[in-house]
C-alpha cells in the first residue's frame, strides 16, 4: 500500500518558533508538494521539489523554506511561526508525469499561539 | 495558466438522490483534469481523472465526471447519493507538476 506520511497529524507551537514538519513517502517519487488548505481558500501550493535538492516556490511561499536532502523525504520549514500560519498543511507525491495522480498525507494541523 | 473553478462551495442532497457538483477550467487546450475527495480529518483521495481518450469517466465509490471541452467543463456527478459521501470534493488541474486546486465544495447528504 502506497503511502505519504507527515510526522505529526497535530501540533501547537508558540509565536517565533521555529518549526520543522517532515513528511517521507515510499513510492519513489519524483516530486513532492507542500500544500496549505484554509476554509474557503482550497488548497494553496506552497512549495515543491522536482528532485532532490531542487525547490520551486508556489502560490505563496512567504514565511517557508523547506528542504530535500533525500528523495524520500521533503521537509517544510516555517522560520519564525506566526499566528497567521496556523492551519492544515499537506504533504502530497506523485511521479514526474503530469497525467498522473499525487497521493497525499493525512495532514498536520498546525496551530501557532 | 490553467485553473479551475468549482461552483457552489456548499451541496446539500437527500440520501439516494443525484449528486451534481460543478467544475470548470480554464485553459484554450484540453487539459488533465483530476476530481479528489476529502473525508473529514483525512488527506485527499483521488475519485478520478481524465487523460485522453473517452470524455466519460468513471471513478471509485460510483462517481463518474464528464469532460465537455465546449463548455469547458468537468462535472462529478452520481446517481444515487449515500451517506458516506459526506465530504470535501475539489477539482484539480496540473499547469506544471503542480496540482491547481479548486476551493472545494463541501457535499452533505441528508437522511
Known amino acids: 500500500d502506497v503511502k505519504v506520511t507527515q510526522s505529526s497529524r497535530y501540533l501547537v507551537k508558540r509565536t517565533g518558533e521555529k518549526v520543522f514538519l517532515e513528511c517521507v513517502q515510499d513510492?519513489?517519487?519524483?516530486?513532492m508538494f507542500w500544500y496549505r488548505q484554509d476554509p474557503g481558500l482550497g488548497l494553496r501550493l506552497i512549495y515543491f521539489s522536482y528532485d532532490v535538492k531542487m525547490k520551486e516556490k508556489g502560490d505563496i511561499p512567504e514565511g517557508y523554506s523547506v528542504s530535500r536532502e533525500k528523495k524520500e523525504r521533503f521537509s517544510l520549514i516555517l522560520e519564525s511561526a506566526s499566528t497567521n500560519q496556523t492551519s492544515m498543511y499537506l504533504c502530497a507525491s506523485s511521479l514526474l508525469d503530469r497525467n498522473t495522480e499525487a497521493f497525499f498525507g493525512q495532514g498536520t494541523r498546525l496551530t501557532v499561539v | 495558466a490553467q485553473s479551475v473553478t468549482q461552483l457552489g462551495s456548499h451541496v446539500s442532497v437527500s440520501e439516494g438522490a443525484l449528486v451534481l457538483l460543478r467544475c470548470n477550467y480554464s485553459s484554450s487546450v484540453p487539459p488533465y483534469l483530476f476530481w479528489y475527495v476529502q473525508y473529514p480529518n483525512q488527506g485527499l483521495q483521488l475519485l478520478l481523472k481524465?487523460?485522453?481518450?473517452?470524455?466519460l469517466v468513471k471513478g471509485i465509490n460510483g462517481f463518474e465526471a464528464e469532460f465537455k471541452k465546449s463548455e469547458t467543463s468537468f462535472h462529478l456527478t452520481k446517481p444515487s447519493a449515500h451517506m458516506s459521501d459526506a465530504a470535501e470534493y475539489f477539482c484539480?488541474?496540473?499547469?506544471?507538476?503542480?496540482?491547481?486546486f479548486g476551493k472545494g465544495t463541501s457535499l452533505l447528504v441528508t437522511p
Open positions: 484539480a488541474v496540473p499547469p506544471g507538476y503542480a496540482l491547481n
Open positions: 481524465y487523460t485522453t481518450g473517452a470524455t
Open positions: 513510492m519513489d517519487h519524483e516530486n
